[in-house]
C-alpha cells in the first residue's frame, strides 16, 4: 500500500530561520506526492506536488520540498520563516483505489512560527 | 475563479439524527472526492466519483453512509442515524480530470459534524 509518514507532531522555528517538515514515503512504483497546508477552520491548501523530473520541487508562498528516492524522503522547506506559516502541514501519496484513485494523508505536523 | 464550497460549514445533530452534507465542487471537474478528519488525523478518503458514476465507495465506514452526484457536479453526502463516531470534519475535493493521473485535488473548507 502506498503510505506516507510525518514523523514529527509539531515543529518549532524562530521567524526568519530556515524550516524543515519531514515526510517519508513508502510506495511501490514511482510515487506522486504532495503537501497541503491547513489553517484553523479552513480547508487544505495545495502547496506544491513531484510527479517527476527535477528533484527539487518549487511551490506555493516560497515553499519547496526536495525528492529523495534513496531516503524515500519529500521534505518540505523554505529560507526563511514567517509567522503566519504557522499551521498544520500534510504530506500526501496517491494511490490507486478499486477503481480509481485517492490520498493517503500523513497525520500532520504543526508547524509554530514564534516572532 | 470560486473554489470548492461545501454546506453547511458546522453541524450539530443529536444521535440517531440523518445528515446531509453538501459539496460544490470546481465547475467542470471531473473528478469529486469525499474525506473524513477526525480530530487530530489527516483525511481519509471515503469516495470517489468520475463525473455521475460513484466509481469507488471502499472508504465509506459503514452502509449508514451514503453519496451521491446525480448530474455529475454538486454531491451529497449523507449519514443516516448518526452515531457520536461519526463526528469529524467531512472535507471535498475535486479535480479536473479522470483517475489516473496526477491531478492536483483542491479542497473545500469542510462540514465540521458533532454528534451529540
Known amino acids: 500500500a502506498q503510505s506516507v509518514a510525518q514523523p514529527e507532531d509539531q515543529v518549532n522555528v524562530a521567524e526568519g530561520n530556515p524550516l524543515t517538515v519531514k515526510c517519508t514515503y513508502s510506495?511501490?512504483?514511482?510515487?506522486?506526492l504532495f503537501w497541503y497546508v491547513q489553517y484553523p477552520n479552513r480547508g487544505l491548501q495545495f502547496l506544491l506536488k513531484y510527479i517527476t523530473g527535477d528533484n527539487l520541487v518549487k511551490g506555493s508562498y516560497g515553499f519547496e520540498a526536495e525528492f529523495n528516492k534513496s531516503q524515500t524522503s519529500f521534505h518540505l522547506k523554505k529560507p526563511s520563516a514567517l509567522v503566519s506559516d504557522s499551521a498544520l502541514y500534510f504530506c500526501?501519496?496517491?494511490?490507486?483505489?478499486?477503481?480509481?484513485?485517492?490520498?493517503?494523508f500523513g497525520k500532520g505536523t504543526s508547524l509554530l512560527v514564534t516572532p | 475563479g470560486a473554489g470548492v464550497s461545501q454546506s453547511p460549514r458546522y453541524k450539530v445533530a443529536k444521535r440517531g439524527q440523518d445528515v446531509a452534507l453538501r459539496c460544490d465542487p470546481i465547475?467542470?471537474?471531473?473528478?469529486l472526492f469525499w474525506y473524513q478528519q477526525a480530530l487530530g488525523q489527516g483525511p481519509e478518503f471515503l469516495t470517489y466519483?468520475?463525473?455521475?458514476?460513484?466509481?469507488?465507495k471502499s472508504g465509506l465506514p459503514s452502509d449508514r453512509f451514503f453519496a451521491e452526484r446525480p448530474e455529475g457536479s454538486v454531491s451529497t453526502l449523507k449519514i443516516q442515524r448518526t452515531q457520536q463516531e461519526d463526528s469529524a470534519v467531512y472535507l471535498c475535493?475535486?479535480?479536473?480530470?479522470?483517475?489516473?493521473?496526477?491531478?492536483?485535488?483542491?479542497f473545500g473548507p469542510g462540514t465540521r459534524l458533532t454528534v451529540l
Open positions: 500526501a501519496v496517491r494511490h490507486l483505489t478499486n477503481s480509481g484513485y485517492a490520498l493517503n
Open positions: 465547475s467542470g471537474h471531473v473528478s
Open positions: 510506495v511501490s512504483g514511482n510515487p506522486y
Open positions: 466519483f468520475q463525473n455521475e458514476a460513484q466509481l469507488d
Open positions: 475535493a475535486s479535480s479536473p480530470r479522470t483517475g489516473g493521473g496526477p491531478d492536483t485535488q483542491y
